[in-house]
């Protein structure tokens, strides 16, 4: 099946530092990559819709110069958290849609930041 | 607009027991209809989904789940439970474009020894 894997799979940081998150589709080309956000307990929240080559989509109430999507190639979609304060702190999972596929997402492993 | 209810954020259920996850969605055009799980600090695994054609879906770990489109229903079931079946479990529904994916609250899953 395919394989979306994320890099890291933890980081902590200081508070005001940015903190960059990779999402690689392995095996396929994904044009569409999904970010969410996932706090303890609670289900998966989109935070933005990323297509390569253009600017991200993000929904509503998701602040877009903190979290800066970038999918610069077919295969990598990236998600910075610049000047990351405590609330920032949660579970980020990205997913890549299998192009001409019937909505199926594949899910990274998942990142989560701890923001000290 | 779409939108998941997933009935019980917690399930228990004995080992060798049926397992029963509900999940009713809402949707204004023909959905598509996926179960993923999630194990801890894990990214999510697609169980099975429903497009088109038979309403009975087979997934993978001996689930199934039925769609009932009188009912607004996707249940998840699987007759015997196992240890390795506690998990979370995510209910999610997409529009035919699959341009966005809508999840439930989820459901935890206990399988007791």
């Known amino acids: 099946g395919a394989v979306v894997s994320q890099h890291p799979s933890r980081v902590i940081c200081k508070s005001g530092t940015s903190v960059k998150i990779e999402c690689r589709s392995l095996?396929?080309?994904?044009?569409?990559m999904f970010w969410y956000r996932q706090f303890p307990k609670q289900s998966l929240m989109l935070m933005a819709t990323?297509?390569?080559?253009?600017?991200?989509?993000?929904e509503q109430g998701v602040e877009k110069d903190k979290f800066l999507i970038n999918h610069a190639s077919l295969t990598l979609s990236t998600l910075t958290v610049t000047s990351a304060h405590p609330e920032d702190s949660s579970f980020y999972i990205c997913?890549?849609?299998?192009?001409?596929?019937?909505?199926?997402?594949?899910f990274g492993e998942g990142s989560r930041l701890t923001v000290l | 607009a779409q939108s998941v209810t997933q009935l019980g954020s917690h399930v228990s259920v004995s080992e060798g027991a049926l397992v029963l996850l509900r999940c009713n969605y809402s949707?204004?055009?023909?959905?598509?209809l996926f179960w993923y799980v999630q194990y801890p600090n894990q990214g999510l695994q697609l169980l099975l989904k429903?497009?088109?054609?038979?309403?009975l879906v087979k997934g993978i770990n001996g689930f199934e789940a039925e769609f009932k489109k009188s009912e607004t229903s996707f249940h998840l079931t699987k007759p015997s439970a196992h240890m390795s079946d506690a998990a979370e479990y995510f209910c999610?529904?997409?529009?035919?474009?699959?341009?966005?994916?809508?999840f439930g609250a989820g459901t935890i899953l206990r399988v007791k020894s």
């Open positions: 997913s890549a849609r299998l192009a001409g596929g019937t909505g199926e997402l594949f």
């Open positions: 095996d396929f080309q994904a044009t569409t």
């Open positions: 990323s297509n390569e080559g253009s600017k991200a989509t993000y």
């Open positions: 949707s204004s055009v023909p959905p598509y």
């Open positions: 429903y497009t088109t054609g038979a309403t």
């Open positions: 999610a529904v997409s529009d035919r474009g699959g341009n966005k994916l809508v």
